[in-house]
């Protein structure tokens, strides 16, 4: 993801873009601070579909 100039972040804010997270992940601090601050979620195969295009 670095390589393609994304930002590798230990936290979730207004000024992320995008939450990578595992299925798993749901009720997560991380998850409902996306969910709270309207930060787009992506699935890995959402996420590999966007390196793909």
Do not use: P, W
């Not at 309207?38 to 295009?53: A, C, H, K």
Request: net charge negative; glycine share 14%.
């Amino acid at each position: 993801m670095e390589k393609l100039g994304g930002k590798v972040s230990g936290s979730v804010s207004k000024k992320t873009d995008y939450l990578l997270m595992g299925e798993d992940a749901t009720g997560t601090s991380k998850h409902q601070s996306a969910v709270n601050n309207g930060v787009t979620i992506l699935l890995e195969e959402d996420f590999n579909g966007l390196l793909s295009q």
